[in-house]
């Protein structure tokens, strides 16, 4: 297979190439270029610097003839070739004169629609991220043509010579198959490249790509959990009970559904053995922890945010001792869309029709909390379509009609689950308490929520259970004492969810529009 030109002039650049090591030799890389220290578990823990989430402000698409009409570019930011070739040269001449990790592994369990993906990093821990998050157990072919990403925290961009925002960049130049990553540490912009890539490809050939976790029951039910950052996707798919198959990233096919990684990358803050025992016991030997503070005797303290609240923990799936693999499965039964809503009006559970599944596919709601972020003092919505917007290169539509598409051929029951407020918006209310989640969950699996009877919801108008098991009653009728405060608060969020969904209109049928908030 011939390799592209840009891969080979990559090959050719690197002069000190480190090639494929395993994850102990990458953790003694690590130890020995001082990057990290082992924690008490035996994990990896390093810090990200500046950066400890990531930088959507610094990342681009290069615009050329074959993305300009496939990119959407209202969600999107374009760069110029010319921006790409510039950092491309400085990362080439910085591979030259420093010893680099050269890691191959796979994205896409499924092997007919999996791509090979090379990994040219200065930073040993990096490589030890990426074999964990990717799929590493199977040898590359060296000629195998697939992308290539080049990730160089020290190489820096010049915003006025380089045509940036900053001195962090993310280019991803998807017709010549390379991603550059550069002026930062934060690991998540490597998956999340990667994913990236993925979302452009796979719809092309009929696979619908989506921002979710999923397991499968033991009679082989599987089920997809959809959400934004810290409303528990990766929570509520590790159950000792079910099989993991991925905690972020999957395809949909006509065979069924994929992992896309090999991995999980797991937030960490408040973490507890108690409540989280499968990702508590998967942080050892070869994860890496992210950002996550150390007492004196080298325990992990998860209850630490003074360096971030996006702790974060990177390990294999083989550390989950109940994951599928290889990581695949059948058409799933169920999907759960999961929002945090601060606001605290939603009900911990709806019932949703196709309609107002792609309506609320489309939307892609959680909110941001009072204080996490400077300026904000009250609770603020945050829309994301597809509950993943940063990762989605073409149309929205494109995705959102082929999940309407699979719903309906499937005959898949969809869930709106709350894991956010009741009794009062955050601050005032109290979060649903996970063990209620966690039953409301088991209940969707097992059919029995569906069994119950159920109650249009006020504005919102999907259907609400009236009674689930372990779950208290009254959490079923979320209104708080103040009941006009109430109101207002939940006709504040169905107007926010409306004004959201107008950039749709004339792109989607009415009918999926009419399924949002009755004002």
């Not at 959809?226 to 065979?255: M, N, P, Q």
């Not at 009072?370 to 904000?376: F, K, N």
């Not at 608060?489 to 989607?508: C, I, R, T, V």
Request: proline share 5%; hydrophobic share 35%; charged share 25%.
């Amino acid at each position: 297979m011939a390799l592209t030109k840009l891969r080979k002039e990559i090959d050719e650049a690197v002069k000190t190439p480190i090639f494929n090591l395993s994850s102990e030799e990458l953790v003694k890389e690590a130890l020995k270029n001082e990057e990290g220290i082992l924690s008490n578990t035996g994990a990896l823990c390093v810090f990200t610097g500046k950066h400890t989430g990531r930088s959507p402000q610094d990342k681009f698409f290069v615009d050329d003839e074959v993305t300009h009409d496939e990119i959407c570019w209202a969600n999107n930011q374009a760069c110029t070739h010319e921006t790409f070739e510039k950092l491309y040269k400085k990362m080439l001449a910085y591979a030259g004169e420093h010893k680099m990790y050269v890691t191959d592994v796979y994205a896409g369990a499924d092997k007919e629609y999996r791509i090979p993906v090379r990994f040219v990093n200065e930073l040993a821990w990096q490589q030890l991220f990426v074999k964990n998050l990717l799929i590493s157990d199977e040898e590359v072919p060296a000629d195998a043509e697939g992308f290539t990403v080049l990730s160089m925290p020290s190489v820096l961009a010049d915003p006025k010579e380089d045509g940036t925002n900053s001195e962090t960049f993310i280019i991803l130049n998807l017709t010549e198959k390379v991603i550059l990553v550069g002026g930062g540490r934060y690991a998540g912009e490597l998956k999340k490249g990667i994913f990236t890539v993925m979302n452009y490809l796979l719809p092309k050939r009929g696979v619908f790509s989506m921002h979710c976790s999923a397991n499968i029951g033991k009679n082989g039910d599987s089920a997809l959990f959809f959400g934004l950052s810290g409303t528990g996707k990766t929570t509520l798919s590790a159950d000792e009970r079910r099989y993991l198959v991925g905690d972020d990233e999957h395809g949909w096919s006509d065979k069924g559904i994929f992992n896309i990684e090999g991995g999980c990358y797991a937030k960490c803050i408040g973490l507890m053995e108690k409540a989280e025992p499968q990702i508590y016991r998967a942080i050892r030997e070869n994860a890496v922890l992210e950002n996550v503070v150390l007492d004196d005797n080298g325990n992990p303290d998860y209850a630490d945010s003074s360096i971030t609240e996006n702790t974060r923990a990177g390990y294999s799936l083989s550390h989950i001792d109940n994951a599928a693999f290889p990581s695949v499965a059948g058409h799933p039964k169920t999907i759960i869309f999961l929002t945090a809503d601060a606001f605290g009006v939603l009900p911990p559970v709806a019932k949703l029709s196709t309609e107002q599944a792609m309506y609320h596919y489309l939307a892609g709601y959680t909110s941001k909390l009072a204080g996490t972020e400077r300026g904000i003092t009250e609770p603020q919505a945050t829309f994301s379509i597809g509950f993943g917007e940063p990762f989605l290169p073409l149309p929205p539509l494109t995705y959102a009609k082929m999940l309407g598409a699979n719903i309906d051929k499937h005959a898949v029951d969809v869930y709106l689950v709350n894991t956010g407020w009741c009794g009062g918006p955050y601050g005032t209310g109290s979060r649903i308490k996970l063990k209620y989640t966690r039953a409301i969950v088991d209940a969707i699996l097992d059919g029995s929520l569906k069994k119950q009877d159920m109650k249009k919801f006020p504005i919102f108008e999907f259907q609400v259970p009236v009674h689930c098991a372990d779950v208290p009653d009254e959490l079923f009728d979320p209104t708080w004492s103040d009941k006009e405060a109430y109101d207002r608060q939940l006709h504040k969020l169905a107007g926010l969810f409306n004004e959201n969904n107008k950039k749709f209109a004339g792109l989607m049928e009415k009918d999926i529009l009419d399924a949002g908030p009755n004002l």
